[in-house]
């Protein structure tokens, strides 16, 4: 089918909820996507960081065809084998707890809200601090809890008990603190928000305040989770450990999922009856999230990730000096911010795709750049290459 017949399609049956480019992809391998019309493109966000580890892993596809073959749903009032081996493997990759599954990221974020807020009933504690430029996802509650005023327009009024503050700023976190308070959420890199890292003092002084007030530290790793980072989990650098996390994206390879993963403290406060998801943790996705751990644990890539990453650095360093146009690069990983230094840098992404390269435009003027964990020298050359051409065509330069 061709691109027209496609996009046919759309305007008469698909909702228009996206702003939308002229192009359908059909195939992908690794780093690689293809078009209807055949052509290339190195794709360098890959689904909001969903193929994190590159489309069609070859792991994921074993484990899913292996499992197609056996059952395909499990109703979570019965056993399911797979989730029980993945939340395993969750918990040995980072700490004492127990998962909770769903088919989000705003999924898993509802869910550990929800935990907070039983924590806190009997208290009367139930009030969430966010960050300001934080995403949490697209449910009512979720975008009561960004803290984003353009993707809450038109859906007021919100659920209360959503504070927002700036973020790396930890006396606007100490003075929003009231006795309502139940938790402090937060993406350990903020993502739609513009790649923004929070440092390692504010982090420690986050879980320091935490304990003191005994309030649930929650962190939002479904972006930078499963290597994204450089870590199996964002919150591993900062060597301070979360109460609750959350994932989804990158987990099932491909496949739709949401985990909440809660320490050892907080896993008995959801009891049966107070929260449930008909399809979370399904054995074909937790088959592929299974596949997506065979293949960290086998193919090497957080140890390529970080090393792409210092590639790609130095790269786009070399690339800033000869463009002034790149304000700041921010990046931690593979997750990978330009700030530049104009109203808006939409026409650089726009003239990347053109040429090859898919990447994002966030906040007007952040380039988002985030290639699979599995990418090579090589791509990251023909990135740089292009994204330079791009800039010299636009700058004069």
């Known amino acids: 089918m061709n691109l027209k017949k496609v996009k046919s399609l759309y305007d008469h049956y698909v909702l228009n909820t996206y702003t939308r480019v002229d192009l359908c992809l059909v195939k992908g391998k690794d780093t690689v996507v293809e078009d209807t019309s055949g052509k290339k493109y190195l794709d360098f966000f890959p689904g909001w960081a969903v193929s994190g580890l590159g489309h069609r892993n070859s792991h994921v596809i074993k484990r899913v065809n292996d499992q197609l073959k056996k059952i395909i749903h499990v109703s979570n009032n019965y056993y399911n084998e797979l989730q029980g081996e993945l939340s395993k493997v969750i918990i040995r990759n980072s700490f004492p707890g127990k998962v909770f599954y769903s088919n989000s990221g705003a999924e898993a974020n509802e869910a550990a809200v929800k935990l907070a807020r039983k924590f806190g009933h009997d208290s009367g ?161 937790a088959a592929a999230a299974l596949g997506v751990f065979d293949a960290m644990e086998k193919g090497g890539l957080l140890k390529n990730a970080n090393r792409m990453s210092s590639y790609m650095k130095k790269a786009l360093l070399e690339l800033k000096g000869k463009y002034p146009v790149i304000k700041k690069i921010k990046i931690l990983g593979l997750m990978i911010g330009l700030e530049m230094d104009m109203e808006d840098a939409g026409e650089i992404y726009t003239q990347c795709l053109l040429k090859g390269l898919l990447i994002n435009c966030t906040q007007k003027n952040i380039l988002r750049i985030m290639p699979p964990i599995c990418v090579t020298k090589k791509e990251v050359d023909v990135a740089i290459r292009i994204l330079g051409s791009v800039l010299s065509s636009l700058t004069g330069r």
């Open 125 to 285: 504690r139930y009030e969430v601090i966010t960050m300001e430029k934080s995403f949490h996802g697209r449910t009512i509650a979720m975008i009561a809890a960004t803290g984003q005023d353009k993707v809450k327009k038109g859906f007021e009024p919100l659920p209360d008990g959503f504070k927002h503050v700036p973020f790396n700023n930890i006396s606007a976190v100490e003075n929003a603190i009231s006795d309502t308070t139940i938790a402090i959420m937060l993406e350990p890199v903020q993502g739609e928000g513009g790649i923004n890292i929070a440092d390692k003092e504010y982090i420690r002084a986050l879980r320091r305040i935490c304990d003191e007030k005994k309030l649930l530290l929650i962190f939002d790793e479904v972006q930078t989770g499963i290597g994204r980072t450089g870590e199996v989990f964002a919150f591993k650098h900062y060597d301070v450990q979360p109460d609750v996390f959350t994932l989804a994206k990158s987990l099932g390879g491909g496949f739709p999922v949401g985990a909440t993963v809660v320490s050892e403290k907080y896993a008995g406060v959801l009891t049966p009856g107070t929260h449930a998801s008909t399809f979370g943790g399904s054995p074909i996705v």
